[in-house]
């Protein structure tokens, strides 16, 4: 069973910075798409970015567009998110996800594989 662990989360002030990574283990990191998803307090799961199996290609929200930053290690297994410029309404829970394919998607349904999620508070 391949298992997603996120790391990274914490409170930040507006405007600072974090950077999340997502370790995978088991089946082939390479051929994964990975994607970066979040979760705020009454709100659905929205998709932030996601990245293609070579790292050629990546994907953002318009919201995180500019001040976010996707960016994977195949040699080391892990996908990272840096975040920048970080605002309050970037609070949320972060999950990394993950599916075997070539085709970068943002639809989270497609996902197969799923973090247990990392907070980020931000804080004004």
């Known amino acids: 069973q391949v298992q997603l662990v996120e790391s990274g989360g914490g409170l930040v002030q507006a405007g600072g910075s974090l950077r999340l990574s997502c370790a995978v283990s088991?089946?082939?990191?390479?051929?994964?798409?990975m994607g970066w998803f979040r979760q705020a307090p009454g709100k659905e799961r929205e998709f932030v970015a996601a990245?293609?199996?070579?790292?050629?290609?990546?994907y953002y929200a318009d919201s995180v567009k500019g001040r976010f930053t996707i960016s994977r290690d195949n040699a080391k297994n892990t996908v990272y998110l840096q975040m920048n410029s970080l605002k309050p309404e970037d609070t949320a829970v972060y999950y990394c996800?993950?599916?075997?394919?070539?085709?970068?998607?943002?639809?989270?349904?497609?996902?197969?594989?799923w973090g247990q999620g990392t907070q980020v508070t931000v804080s004004s």
């Open positions: 088991r089946g082939t990191f390479s051929a994964y798409v």
């Open positions: 996800a993950a599916y075997i394919g070539t085709v970068v998607v943002t639809t989270s349904r497609r996902y197969d594989y």
């Open positions: 990245i293609s199996w070579s790292g050629g290609s990546t």
